[in-house]
């Protein structure tokens, strides 16, 4: 009888519950505790992948850009920037599968690591695999009608007076500098977007909606395979002056070429379609195409050429100034189609040309001074059609006014810009 009451007075006895509890819930909150560490684990294993994976693809896209071989960059980049061991690795340069397939554009990375768990291992058949994949692709970032060359610290583009620039495309520049692209006083550019390889500062002279694209990748030369000039059997030079009569000049067919060692117009003109080329001669001024005050010129089918037979001088110049009036449009097809005016490239130096004074203008077509700093300044008024601008540097100052249009048939059509950016 003293065992049994015992008994009953442990049985009754409530001392001791909540240990007992504890106890028996004591695996429970291990487990949960373990399998959180290792969620974790794999979690911040996952994202120190993904990133791996995504600096990888970025490289290979813009090695592809720069015409590198893409997985080699991808490579390179993952000896740098991936801490894991892996277990699978795959650069595809043009993917093998998903929304990028075969596009050679494009690079795909995938990444897997093997990764050892403490608590999960002891119910898991096999070791945890961390797999992530991430594809970076050269995209179409906008259309552009003004490209500035210029790849040092330089400013590339710079708008400033009282300037007004209404485009309707983007402008580009691959100046490296801190203001690759600048704009200031009283300015107004209505342009988008805005793209350098280096930085575009914040302005209140940019229209809105303009899209600022600082950092991104280097834009192509779309003038680097026309050819080289080589012009023969160069005239005097020829110059037009103040008349009532309007004068024609030019080959004798569309399809050909004149040369003149300087053109120099102060009265209406008509330039017959062809090529013309400027020769700069061999003097310490090189001559010139210059429309002064009372020059009046209309050609269509017209490319002009600034040159010089002498590859070690610069080349032919170009100054408009005072009241000059230009109705000129490029050729339509040909070697030269859709290129106005084309400065050799081989100049041995960096010159400037410039628009001066209040030329009410009419232009269509490619404009290409790879080795200039143009200028716009003073009272330009200047309507362009189809405008492709390419030059080393540009400038809008003064009260110039530049405003472009375009028809969606033209040849002069503006450039695709490029941006290399994750697209999956």
Avoid at 18 to 28: E, N, R, T, V
Avoid at 81 to 99: F, R
Avoid at 389 to 398: D, H, I, K, P, Q
């Amino acid at each position: 009888m003293t065992l049994m009451r015992r008994l009953r007075t442990i049985w009754r006895n409530e001392t001791g519950n909540a240990l007992m509890i504890g106890a028996f819930s004591m695996p429970l909150l291990i487990g949960s505790a373990g399998l959180a560490v290792d969620t974790v684990q794999l979690s911040l294993w996952k994202r120190q992948l993904q990133r791996a994976a995504d600096s990888a693809a970025l490289a290979g896209a813009h090695a592809r850009v720069q015409g590198a071989p893409a997985k080699a960059a991808a490579e390179r980049d993952l000896a740098y920037n991936n801490a894991l061991a892996l277990s699978e690795q795959s650069i595809q340069n043009a993917p093998e599968e998903g929304p990028f397939a075969n596009n050679p554009q494009a690079v795909r990375v995938v990444l897997a690591s093997e990764r050892p768990t403490g608590f999960m291992a002891y119910f898991l058949p096999t070791t945890p695999v961390v797999r992530v994949e991430a594809t970076a692709a050269v995209t179409v970032t906008g259309k552009f009608c003004m490209i500035a060359l210029e790849d040092s610290t330089e400013t590339g583009v710079t708008f400033t007076g009282n300037t007004t620039v209404d485009l309707g495309c983007g402008v580009a520049t691959n100046s490296r500098s801190t203001a690759a692209i600048s704009a200031a006083g009283s300015s107004s550019v209505a342009a988008t977007p805005l793209m350098a390889v280096g930085g575009v500062p914040a302005s209140n002279s940019y229209v809105q909606p303009t899209t600022l694209l600082p950092y991104s990748p280097k834009q192509p030369n779309p003038f680097a395979d026309l050819p080289l000039p080589s012009p023969s059997n160069c005239q005097a030079e020829r110059k037009i002056n103040p008349s009532s009569t309007r004068e024609e000049i030019g080959p004798a067919t569309a399809d050909g070429a004149v040369c003149f060692n300087g053109l120099d117009i102060n009265g209406p003109v008509t330039l017959k379609p062809g090529v013309y080329y400027i020769n700069g001669g061999n003097g310490n001024n090189p001559n010139s195409l210059n429309l002064g005050a009372q020059a009046n010129v209309i050609g269509k089918g017209v490319t002009i050429i600034f040159t010089n037979t002498n590859t070690n001088r610069s080349p032919a110049g170009l100054s408009i100034h005072g009241q000059a009036v230009m109705d000129l449009a490029a050729p339509a097809s040909g070697t030269w189609g859709g290129v106005l005016f084309y400065q050799d490239p081989r100049a041995p130096a960096l010159n400037t040309m410039t628009i001066n004074g209040t030329s009410g203008s009419k232009l269509e077509g490619g404009m290409y001074f790879p080795r200039a700093h143009l200028t716009f300044n003073g009272n330009t008024s200047m309507t362009t059609e189809c405008m492709q601008l390419v030059a080393r540097r540009l400038t809008f100052s003064g009260n110039s006014k530049v405003r472009n249009i375009c028809d969606k048939d033209s040849k002069s059509q503006a450039f695709d810009g490029t941006q290399v950016r994750l697209v999956a």
